[in-house]
């Protein structure tokens, strides 16, 4: 379990880049180690979906190429909400509301947990981008969970 704690980490440091509408084109690979061939030894025993919007690409794009890079990783990333292809050792992924909108975010990944993905995925997230706060990026108020008709959070970490 440490391991995909480590693996989700690792993705959740592709946000601070920003909400750009492009995907990326040459991801770059750290070196692979044992942490991460077991971590994705574990991910491939699960059923995972990611919703998100275009940040979220860069995330995938990442994913992929530490897949690649990984000897004997064996995730199927896919791009799809549909219930029937959430299976174990799929990574599947999708649109997930819009920039800009964030209880359309979280109203958008209820719907699909409720439409059949929660039923089959053993891992299901979403994120969230810096845009959905109403702040410029990295600044001290960034979060989503401070913008108007979200009740007060502050983060335990500050950059």
Known sequence: MRQIW????????VPALGCGSSK???PTAPSSGSDLAA???TLSARATYFGHQSVGYNVIDGLGALVAATPGAAVTIVETAA????????FAHSGNGSNGDPAGK????DATIRGGVGARADIAFFKFCYVDSG??????????????GWPRWRRPFRP
């Open 83 to 90: 219930a029937s292809s959430i299976v174990k050792g799929t």
């Open 106 to 109: 979280v109203a958008a990944f």
């Open 6 to 13: 480590r693996l989700a980490a690792a993705l959740c440091l």
């Open 24 to 26: 990326s084109t040459s």
């Open 39 to 41: 971590a994705f030894r």
């Open 135 to 148: 702040r410029p990026p990295m600044s001290p108020e960034c979060s989503p969970c401070t913008a108007p």
